[in-house]
């Protein structure tokens, strides 16, 4: 028997603390202490059994507590200071860099397929949602006018547990959204959002929840309503589930629903970030909307690439979504014909080459083709993505592929341990947690204490031992354990040993089974009673990976033997909490995944802030953290990259126990008059000097600020003046320079005669082009420079302008420009031309080049 009707029945606040449901409903809370504190202190125990959602937490608890808390002076004291900060918190005015945009009428929209702001909003699996919600964070800090889309995932991400043999079982909880810190989303009518869209020729609804993450509005569409077959209610059901079909369909729903979602709500942001190729339909449907106010395809296309930013994250080619003809027939044919392309020219859209019928449509070669803003998320990462993605723009050197790099960064309130925070707040100031990208704040740590730093760590790797504990109890009483091994639990670890931290997914190229190949190694370290040494892991591998899990499994039948269960565990259902109590407590993270597959690997930088030191492969940031004397961590290799995956292996894990029993476990026990590691505590204060202000969210969001949005956000308010007259010159442009730039010619390129020059001596360089009727400053003509390989490629290269000298005489005029080598040794140069309108934002983006031909 169903019931007629449902209702939410939720707990009658007293007056005096009505105030909480208003903080519960604001995901500040997440990165604010204070706040916390006022749910946790009311009852520890339910607060934790409530996993920290203050929503569902006050549903639980007993209206007499809540009475006798209304009668507590010092409780509702407490109480009205924490909402006087939260509103004077959200009333700020929103950046003045984006002209008549505020919260009600943002500027952007940033989608990601999950986004990690707390573990009571479980929809993120690992580093790109974490990446997401410290964002988002950092953006409602910094007060940019920003909303986030995504999907509302009703089972989230799969819990992990272990069986007793260490087999990683994955179970999914049914989350109730009314016992969340979600709204749903009302219309500017005040009616409950909902969006409509078609999906393979049948219509899809989703209904929009929103989450308030501080001054930034998340919203995320939820399928599971009774309009929908059950397939379609699937498709928000789990995060990265299903099969191919499901993805595509995911996909849609993320970019097409939530560009329609965006309407239904009454927003109209100028520009769309696009995390990751999940996304990458959002710059379609963008494109469509525009023709439906009137432009052509060509115009719709400049417009909606350049107000669109593309984040691109997996330095694999199989890390990207593709999906095959067929599929893409079925889903697009219509909405190709709609725009007015044939399905063919559609396809192209989404090949790295638009003339191989045979190619799938990938998601990355539409996001970047549909961008004028791209990045990989390290200048490590910005490389490998230049040189996998160099066929989209096959006419460029690797090194001008029009894909950037910003580095990644975490965001510091989030992230620094309480313990650690008000040790800043008394050495630092606050500035630290309100502007962390300030070096002068940052340059303070080194006046820290030694003997306070060094405390208040040791303090960290206590309460996490005490909680690895726990875990570990709690475990094995799941696994009906005996009690003598419930007994061990209770005894593991030890709080003054050296504790190294490895936390990661457990894909194969991260190498979570590095230490394990040098078994005899190990094992002598840990049984060093002297100087004792300790490991604790933890991390999931996808429900479909068996050689993950077999992995895991392996891992844990070490930590279980008798040599290793004291020194080694392995904490299950791995997520934020977990990364918390870890990157806080470690002496060391260790990270030694094969360069260069880690696009940039964060857990890291969230451990340095809190005084961890870092031992890892030179990969992802790392690779540009990392300096050569050791003072800020140690590194496993020179960077070197191998073709044989077991060579680099036999060769990596020599070097890493060497540095681990030669310079690390001998430096964390060198220890001087009061005990305490002075060398040890002297790099924990480099790196928060030199990397505190460089490596956290508010840098970040800060540069895509200045290089992206705001160029982005101008640019859209440029071509879309006066009815997008400006949009409509560029494609008339576009197509006049595509019909004429193949009778573009350059030749007698020419210098002085000589064989010798002089460093930092000038040379003058002419050469005449064929404008094919072009006008002169629609042609940008560059000579290309620098030091010369012995197989005769540029080993580096800088480009200087050249500018016309004649007037155009037949067709052709003489530019001219200078070269300079920067120092001894070979030196050549070459000129090319290349496309230019005040309008085009980058001269690269149309794939037209033309270089001069030895004559």
Known sequence: MQPLKVFSVVPRLPEE?????????????????????????????????????????????????????????????????????????????????????????????????????????????????????????????????????????????????LTPDGWQQERYPDYDFEQMPLRRALTPEGAPAQVTLDVGGRPLVARIWQAEIGRVTLYLLDTNVAANPPEFRALTARLYGGDLEMRIQQEILLGIGGIKALEVLGLSPKVIHMNEGHSAFAGLERLRSFMQQGLSFEAAQEVAASSSVFTTHTPVPAGNDRFPMDMMRRYFEGYANEIGLAFKVFMALGRENPFNDNEDFCMTV???????????????????????????????????????????????PTWVADDIGLL?????????????????????????????????????????????????????????ARNKELQHADEVLNPEALTIGFARRFATYKRANLLLKEKDKLLRLIADKKKPIQFIFAGKAHPAD?????????????CRTAECRFNMVFIEDYDMEVAQHMVSGCDVWLNNPRRPLEACGTSGMKAMLNGVLQFSTLDGWWDEAYKPDNSLGWAIGKGEEYSDPDYQDFVEIQTLYNVLEHEIIPEFYDRGHGGLPRAWIRRMKQALVEHGPVFNSHRMVSDYVRTAYVPAYENYLRLSENGFAAAGELAAWRMDMMTKWSSIEIRNVRTADTTRLFVSEKIVIEAEVHLNGLPPEHVLVESYFGPVQQDGSFASREVATMHPVTAVRDGWATYRGEATPPEAGRFGFTVRAVPSHPHLLDPHSLGLIHWAQPE
């Open 424 to 480: 800043n707040d008394r050495y630092l100031g606050p500035n630290w947690r309100e502007d962390p990208d300030c070096t002068r704040t940052w340059a303070q740590a080194d006046v820290i204490p030694d003997a306070e730093l060094w405390r208040t760590h040791e303090r960290l790797r206590a309460r996490l031992i005490d909680f690895a504990r726990y875990r570990l109890r709690r475990q094995l009483e799941a696994q009906g």
């Open 366 to 412: 539409l996001a970047l083709k549909l961008s004028r803003f791209c990045n990989g998320v390290s200048k490590l990462h910005g490389h490998v993505s230049r040189d996998m993605w160099k066929r989209v723009w096959n006419q460029f050197p690797v090194e001008d592929v029009p894909i950037g790099a910003l580095t990644n960064g975490v965001h510091a």
């Open 17 to 161: 603390l009505e105030d909480l449901r208003e903080l519960a409903y604001n995901l500040w809370f997440a990165w604010n202490s204070e706040i916390e504190s006022l749910f946790s202190q009311i009852d520890l125990a339910l607060w934790r059994q409530m996993e920290k959602n203050p929503v569902r937490f006050l549903n639980k608890l007993p209206q007499t507590k809540l009475a006798e808390l209304a009668r507590d002076d010092f409780y509702r004291q407490r109480l009205r200071e924490a909402v006087q900060k939260t509103r004077a918190y959200l009333s700020r005015p929103s950046s003045p860099l984006f002209k008549d945009a505020a919260r009600t009428h943002p500027a952007l929209v940033y989608f990601s397929f999950e986004f990690g702001i707390s573990s009571c909003l479980p929809i993120y699996s690992g580093g790109l949602g974490i990446l997401a919600g410290d964002h988002l964070k950092s953006a409602s800090d910094l007060n940019i006018p920003l909303v986030g889309m995504g999907l509302a995932y009703k089972e989230g991400y799969f819990r992990q547990y």
């Open 546 to 558: 068996n050689g993950g899990k077999q992995l895991i499994k392996d891992l844990i039948a070490l």
